[in-house]
T-cell receptor, first 114, second 114 residues
Framework: DAMVIQNPRYQVTQFGKPVTLSCSQT?????MYWYQQKSSQAPKLLFH???????NEADTPDNFQSRRPNTSFCFLDIRSPGLGDAAMYLC?????????????FGPGTRLLVL | GNSVTQMEGPVTLSEEAFLTINCTYT??????LFWYVQYPGEGLQLLLK?????DKGSNKGFEATYRKETTSFHLEKGSVQVSDSAVYFC?????????????FGQGTTLQVKP
């Protein structure tokens, strides 16, 4: 089945130690999104790629970076994780960026910062 | 700016009870509206959507009608089951941004007891 896959499902890192989260998709969608969801809160968009074009949200901290080496994969890099970065990170994809498009979410990676 | 407001939870119901979760929105233009469901420890799954006024989205016994005059998209189900216990997010996608960005409500936790 076509799907959005995130690895790992759980990630533990140390304060200040760089960490990379991975997302892959078999849907061949053009757009890939990264959301941050803190406990009991709504998901918040960090950035997205439309093909190779990177679009950062204005309030996304510089500590967060992303790479999309090809259509299928997208990575979220946190350069120096702080305790406040502990959250669920959700990857989503959509065929296009039009407002009618449905976003398909992966299962998420839960990040714990010690 | 664009925003989504949902009724606060948790909502606790007995099995086979009628469910309503209220959702209202503020948006420029004509957004698409979505309901996503999140089961414990998992990512978001699309439940239903509507892309224009008076559209009704439906899936798995859930329904919601896009009401432009009241800027609402209330979720309803005639008879809930224990397996419906989850967090429900209302969201909008505003075409003016041309990014497909989803704006989520704060989520409503539904607990269904046998």
């Amino acid at each position: 089945d076509a799907m959005v896959i995130q690895n790992p499902r759980y990630q533990v890192t140390q304060f200040g130690k760089p960490v990379t989260l991975s997302c892959s998709q078999t849907l061949n969608h053009n757009v890939m999104y990264w959301y941050q969801q803190k406990s009991s809160q709504a998901p918040k968009l960090l950035f997205h790629y439309y093909d190779k074009d990177f679009n950062n949200e204005a309030d996304t901290p510089d500590n967060f970076q992303s790479r999309r080496p090809n259509t299928s994969f997208c990575f979220l890099d946190i350069r120096s994780p702080g305790l406040g970065d502990a959250a669920m990170y959700l990857c989503a994809t959509s065929r296009g960026a039009a407002y009618q498009e449905t976003q398909y979410f992966g299962p998420g990676t839960r990040l714990l910062v010690l | 700016g664009n925003s989504v407001t949902q009724m606060e939870g948790p909502v606790t119901l007995s099995e086979e009870a009628f469910l309503t979760i209220n959702c209202t929105y503020t948006a420029t233009g004509y957004p698409s509206l979505f309901w996503y469901v999140q089961y414990p420890g998992e990512g978001l799954q699309l439940l239903l959507k509507a892309t224009k006024a008076d559209d009704k989205g439906s899936n798995k016994g859930f329904e919601a009608t896009y009401r432009k005059e009241t800027t609402s998209f209330h979720l309803e189900k005639g008879s809930v089951q224990v397996s419906d216990s989850a967090v429900y997010f209302c969201a909008l996608s505003d075409g003016s941004s041309n990014t497909g960005k989803l704006i989520f409500g704060q989520g409503t936790t539904l607990q269904v007891k046998p």
